[in-house]
């Protein structure tokens, strides 16, 4: 059962107008690879959702992505990256990077990053992100969306989502993405909106 607790808590806080650290964790596609801007890529796109949202709140951006790291990476820098700066919100996603033939090493490795993030003491809104490769259809979402699952956390699915979409001729990959893995300005324009439809919920 999905526990919508956190994301209700940091929204009251907002209302509140109390201070905010929105975090975004994961690799290339967090970190805006392929974005023409910083200010256009999903997780800048998902902080300008509550700075529009609650105007009054001051808000700050972590960025944790890096380039080519898995969770069982991410889950030994998640203290340096991220949570060092005391993050009220996170989006996470190891999905496309984490090896679907080595899925139960870093199912393994993606809870422990979970759970760290989850047990620190600023007790951060937590959101799971997919993200996908359009050409095959592959990620690790099924063994990831287990863990979160587990622990009642929201997950956005962007195979259930655009890649469903790009199948039915919706969307053209080419448009969306040059290289079937990371999005362009559009494509991270889509992959924010589908957060930000969670969070509108």
Known sequence: ??????????????QEKQELHMGF???????????????????????RWW???????VFHYINGGIGGT???FGAARV?????????????????VNDDETDGLF????????????????????????NNVYYDTGKNMQKLHNEIADYYGIPHVSIKDTIYQKIQKGIYRAADLTPD????????HQLVAGEICKLLDK
């Not at 059962?1 to 907002?14: E, F, S, T």
């Not at 700075?51 to 709140?57: F, K, M, S, V």
């Not at 893995?181 to 559009?186: E, S």
Request: negative net charge.
């Open 106 to 129: 870093f199912q393994e490795t993606y809870e422990g990053l979970i759970r760290k993030i989850l047990k620190w003491p600023s007790k951060p809104a937590v959101i799971v992100l």
């Open 70 to 72: 898995d969770s069982h």
């Open 51 to 57: 700075e529009e949202n609650y105007p009054d709140t």
């Open 79 to 95: 203290v340096e990256d991220l949570l060092m700066y005391q993050p009220d919100f996170v989006v996470v996603d190891f999905s």
């Open 1 to 14: 059962m999905v526990d919508y607790g956190r994301i209700k808590a940091c929204m009251k806080k907002a």
């Open 180 to 187: 079937n893995l990371h999005p362009n300005d559009r494509g």
């Open 25 to 47: 964790f994961g690799g290339s596609i967090t970190q805006g690879s392929l974005a023409t801007k910083d200010t256009l890529t999903y997780a800048y796109r998902v902080f």
